[in-house]
């Protein structure tokens, strides 16, 4: 290949490289400046110098497998080989300030700025065990699924079960002070639990639980995202309040069984709305039903529990709380939430996944209105 021709080649290798993102942050690797040379041997062999954020880079060999198609679909490369480095520190901060939009490197949560697009849904229980993970994990999959960019916040910071229920091993890369979350699903996932050693347990008083989210919002690397749902953990402590500070225009979704000691105490997370003037999107019930092998529905937990709480809740807020869904009692979501695979990607066609799926789709349309949302007003 004469020298002319190499010069020919380069930008159609270059052009290539372009369509290339890198997996974590989502970009492309030459708009994030990782692309350091592109060496081209009169015989076609091509050698691309890549720049990692950090050397031991969990997702080197997705990069290197994309490389290596992208650039050898190019007509007259041979081969191609990925000559891997590792960015300097500077280069490091450059790339930090870039994904910040250049507002030098200072955390902010982009989610509380104005003009934000993020949908952000907290999902909310009166008390644990009636499958809130569960929902919010199968909604987040099911809205991904769906085209949509997702991010989870694993916000029960004592009962962590998101990273199992999505099959999430990695742990998140450390670019500078900014945290690249671990993806799964589709899905950006970030969780205390992947920073704790094994199976251990946390113990933190509030000022710690406000420091974590504040960390998971600000200092995690999200992109553009969609839609954010936050795992609350159970009751109106620490967390709500921390969340209706950092995060006042998130929604809160209730998650309730039918039955009426559940229902009860669902009432009282939902109409912490009240207080922190956040807009209460709907209640989900969950384990409504068990669906007998003859067709019969047996009511194990009693029967008309979500309903009670949209009613009670549209009256304390004054405006409507729907009931957005019922979802049966189904095996099957526990067995794919152990096998960490949802079971609306695993099972779609199951009756639960068939349930949860109806409620992302009530969940994936922007409504841009005050309805369902305190106003904080008071009679004279």
Not at 143 to 153: F, K, M, N, T
Not at 202 to 222: E, S
Not at 350 to 373: C, H, I, N, T, Y
Request: net charge negative; with cysteine; proline share 7%.
């Amino acid at each position: 290949m004469s020298a002319p021709a190499i010069a020919e080649l380069e930008p159609q290798i270059r052009a290539a490289l372009a369509r290339v993102q890198d997996p974590e942050i989502r970009r492309p690797i030459t708009d994030l400046d990782m692309v350091k040379s592109v060496d081209i041997t009169p015989d076609g062999a091509v050698t691309v110098g890549l720049l990692l954020t950090v050397a031991g880079c969990p997702l080197r060999d997705k990069l290197q497998s994309d490389i290596a198609e992208a650039v050898g679909a190019v007509a007259g490369v041979s081969s191609v080989h990925v000559d891997f480095g590792v960015m300097s520190e500077e280069q490091r901060r450059d790339l930090q300030s870039k994904l910040r939009g250049g507002s030098g490197g200072e955390p902010v949560i982009p989610f509380a700025q104005p003009g934000s697009r993020t949908r952000v849904y907290a999902v909310a229980s009166g008390k644990g065990g009636v499958g809130k993970s569960s929902v919010t994990v199968n909604l987040a999959a099911a809205l991904a699924d769906r085209g949509l960019s997702v991010g989870v916040v694993d916000a029960d910071i004592y009962g962590h079960s998101v990273p199992r229920m999505l099959g999430v091993t990695d742990r998140p890369t450390r670019v500078e002070d900014m945290i690249m979350p671990p993806q799964a699903h589709g899905l950006k996932v970030i969780s205390i639990g992947m920073f704790t050693s094994g199976n251990a347990a946390v113990v933190w008083r509030g000022p710690m639980l406000h420091r974590a989210l504040t960390q998971f919002l600000a200092d995690v690397y999200w992109g553009d995202l969609d839609v954010l749902l936050l795992d609350l953990p159970p009751g109106t402590g620490d967390m709500a309040i921390s969340i209706a500070q950092l995060l006042p225009t998130a929604e809160i979704l209730v998650v309730t069984t039918p039955q009426l000691a559940a229902a009860e105490v669902a009432e009282r997370a939902g109409a912490i709305s009240l207080q922190t003037h956040q807009r209460l999107v709907g209640v989900v019930e969950n384990m409504s039903w068990l669906e007998l092998p003859t067709g019969e529905r047996m009511e194990v937990f009693g029967a008309g529990g979500g309903a009670r709480v949209a009613e009670r809740l549209s009256t304390t807020i004054g405006a409507n709380v729907p009931l957005l869904g019922q979802i049966p009692l189904d095996t099957r979501v526990r067995e794919a939430g152990d096998a960490g695979s949802p079971v609306v990607l695993s099972d779609p066609g199951s009756p639960a996944a068939a349930a949860l799926s109806a409620v992302a789709d009530k969940l994936a349309v922007r409504r841009e209105s005050l309805a369902g949302r305190s106003l904080g007003l008071s009679p004279a």
